[in-house]
Each structure stands twice: as C-alpha cells, then as structure tokens.
C-alpha cells in the first residue's frame, strides 16, 4: 500500500496497523479503565457493515501508526476482522501525536452518561432499540400481546443505577 497523500480514507490489513509511540501512554490508559458496560458482550458487526469511527494513521513506510480513533481497531481484533478502514494523513507532526491521542480519550470520557441517570438512559437505548427490532420484523405498528410478551421479557434494575439485564430473543 503506498503512502497517504493528504487525508483520505483506506482499507487496510490489521497486520499493518500499530499504535503510534507517541500514542501508546493514553491508548493504554484507556485500555486499563474499568468500564460500566462490558463491550465484549456486543455481538460483532456483519462483515458488510459499515465502521462506526475510523482510526487516524500516519504512513510509517510500510506499516500506520495509530494516532487516535483506536477503539475500532480494537474492536476489529476481537471480531476476527482482517482489514479495517482508516483515515490516512499524511502528516501529523510528532510533537501533536500526543495531543490528538489525549483529546481523543478526553472525548471518550465527554461521552460517557452521567452515573446517576445510567440505568434510567440505558433503559430508554433498550427500548428504543428493542421498538426498532419489533418494527423490522412486524408491519404492525401495534403492540400485539407477542410484542408485549417479548417485552416483558426486558428486565432493567435501575436499583443503584449499576445493573442492567437483558433477555432478548427473536427468532
């Protein structure tokens, strides 16, 4: 693969991909956080999806360093993904590397749902999510009493704002 030429976007084989030197300390800093949710549960994306975010590299030779965006690169290693796809710059000056990987865990932490109202926000994503799984499978708007068997099936614990089960299955 040659050389990025100002930004552009690639797709890229994960062997070619490594977090960039001046990166390593706020990408292991995040990677060490303990986190609300456990990300691992989240079935992997179809091979024909498209990315949520983009990692941003910088042309090293042969191989792109990392700069920020690391989380889908992540996430592409745990689903067995071979190639991913990057935002390529062609250059990022050392001594920015680390201020773009630190604004990207700053953002991360920006987007996190505030502690008190986690359960609440978290039972609103699974309702709306579970409304959007019953629209794609029934062109009945309303609720029938499948539906709302299905839902009852959605216990949420908002006890402490900290758990939060989910038991969901349509066939």
């Known amino acids: 693969m040659d050389g990025c030429q100002h930004s552009r976007l690639i797709q890229i084989s994960l062997t070619d991909l490594f977090i960039h030197p001046r990166a390593i300390v706020a990408c292991q800093f995040e990677r060490d956080l303990i986190l609300q949710c456990d990300v691992t549960a989240v079935k992997p994306a179809p ?14 030779g042969m191989d792109y360093l990392v700069v920020s965006g690391w989380a889908e690169l992540f996430d592409a290693h ?8 990057v935002v390529c710059v062609s250059f990022i000056d050392d001594s920015e590397v680390e201020y773009l990987a630190l604004r990207y865990v700053y953002k991360r932490f920006t987007n996190q749902l505030d502690d008190s109202t986690y359960g609440a926000q978290l039972a609103a994503f699974l309702q709306m999510c579970f409304n959007s799984a019953l629209d794609r499978i029934s062109t009945v708007k309303q609720k029938t009493p499948i539906a709302t068997a299905k839902e009852k099936q959605i216990y949420i614990s908002t006890q402490n704002c900290m758990l939060a089960t989910i038991s969901i299955s349509i066939s």
């Not at 745990?78 to 796809?85: C, T």
């Open 78 to 85: 745990r689903e067995n993904r071979k190639r991913i796809f």
């Open 47 to 60: 091979q024909s999806s498209v990315q949520n975010e983009h990692p941003v590299v910088v042309s090293a």
